[in-house]
């Protein structure tokens, strides 16, 4: 018996290519697009259909997948059918079929920070829409499951559709910054997204906050450029937006052939939490534990023995060791070997620099004795957590 021919469908995808997020939405849509060769796929960046809206209107195919922030997208979104999935909402015009589940990400926030020893939460957004309200509303609900207060900045009640923070090259925002240092210190700052945690970063830089010890900086999407252009570099959620793309591919194929749905909406739980620089601390009262711990961080290189520490910090090595076990309950070297493991273990998931230079850029002397200490902590050489690493990005 011959098989039925199964014509293909025709696709439209009006995604932004501008942020990891939306290229890693579209790199899973085309991952299940090459599974099941069952579309022809149409790629529109929302930069583009924005300024060419007649096309848009001229277009006619069998299903759509957007982000519908600019008002004719949502009008074309509006106008185009039913086989049709939008991945941005407003909470009022547009349902989210497929979403991130952020109650865990305000879970996976609160328990990352309080493992450091914060005591002090704030929320720091640039404009206030549906879901970055969602968002904090999230991180709340974690905090006061344990009894904890979170600080909104003024700012996350600005409506502002794009989100757009004041152009950093245009000079410090008077009215954040003024929040900034109204807070109690040391206090962990949960951002609606990696933008914003980097323009937090850059203003408290730019202000001499430090980061991570008197404001320590958590954002969300993994946007891995921007988290590592910031000085220092930007812990965030990874948001498992491949696996959103796919779900959404998968839920508007099954729309497209009229077969019965899933139970709605989608909700895909987010990756894992990358530490970086901006929340790889410890929460201390004490300003002279503290300026220890800055010291650790920002020397790695230079290989800082507890004696050297002790010395610019006008006390003993036995005040020093009794600060870390009072405050921390471990020692100054076992904390200056975490630290550089930590670093050693971004450099290793985020560069190409070989192993033997990191081994020297993190304070070890040779690539052999890192590679034991980190198979030692780790569980795996150098080399195998780098391509684990890798893999999963694929």
């Known amino acids: 018996m011959q098989r039925k ?18 290229r890693d939405l579209i790199q899973g849509i085309t991952q299940y697009v090459m599974e099941t060769k069952q579309w022809n796929l149409f790629l529109c960046d929302q930069i583009t259909a924005i300024q060419h809206t ?15 922030y600019d008002k004719n997208l949502r009008r074309f979104f509006a106008e185009f059918g039913e086989k049709k ?15 991130l589940d952020n109650e ?6 609160v328990e990352h920070f309080r493992q450091r020893g914060y005591r002090n939460f704030a929320f720091f957004s640039m404009g206030h829409t549906f879901w970055s309200r969602y968002r904090y509303d999230c991180f709340c609900t974690a905090l006061k499951s344990q009894g904890l207060f979170c600080h909104l900045c003024p ?6 559709t794009w989100m757009l923070p004041t152009l950093w090259w245009q000079g410090s925002d008077d009215s954040v910054l003024a929040w900034i240092e109204s807070l109690p210190k040391p206090i962990a700052v949960f951002c609606a997204y990696d ?11 730019i202000s001499g906050i430090a980061v991570p010890e008197s404001v320590a900086i958590l954002g969300v999407d993994n946007d891995v450029s921007l988290c590592l252009a910031a000085s220092p570099s930007i812990s965030s959620i990874d948001p498992n937006a491949k696996q959103i793309g796919y779900e959404s591919a998968k839920l508007l194929d099954t729309m497209m052939h009229e077969q019965q749905l899933p139970k709605l909406p989608v909700v895909i739980q987010p990756s894992f939490i990358i530490t970086r620089q901006s929340t790889d601390n410890l929460a201390v009262d004490d300003p002279v534990l503290a300026m220890a711990l800055r010291i650790m961080r920002s020397d790695i290189a230079r290989n800082p023995s507890i004696a050297d520490i002790a010395r610019e910090l006008c006390i003993s090595k036995g005040t020093l060791n009794n600060l870390f076990r009072k405050h921390l309950n471990t020692s100054p070297l076992a904390e200056i070997l975490r630290v550089r493991m930590e670093w050693g273990k971004e450099l290793l998931r985020n560069t190409n620099i070989p192993i033997g230079k990191i081994s020297l850029m993190i304070g070890y002397e040779t690539p052999e004795y890192f590679s034991r200490v980190f198979f030692r902590k780790i569980g795996m050489t150098p080399q195998k957590y780098r391509f684990a690493f890798q893999r999963k990005n694929e």
């Open 85 to 99: 999935i939008n991945l941005s909402s407003d909470g009022k015009d547009s349902t989210l079929y497929v979403r």
């Open 195 to 205: 933008n914003h945690a980097f323009y937090l970063a850059n203003l408290c830089s």
């Open 54 to 68: 007649k096309w848009l209107s001229e277009w006619k195919g069998d299903g759509l997948i957007a982000r519908a």
């Open 104 to 109: 865990l990400c305000g879970q996976m926030a």
């Open 155 to 160: 700012q996350a009640q600005r409506r502002n």
């Open 5 to 22: 021919h199964r014509e293909k469908k025709n696709v439209l995808i009006l995604i932004e290519t501008s942020r990891s997020f939306g």
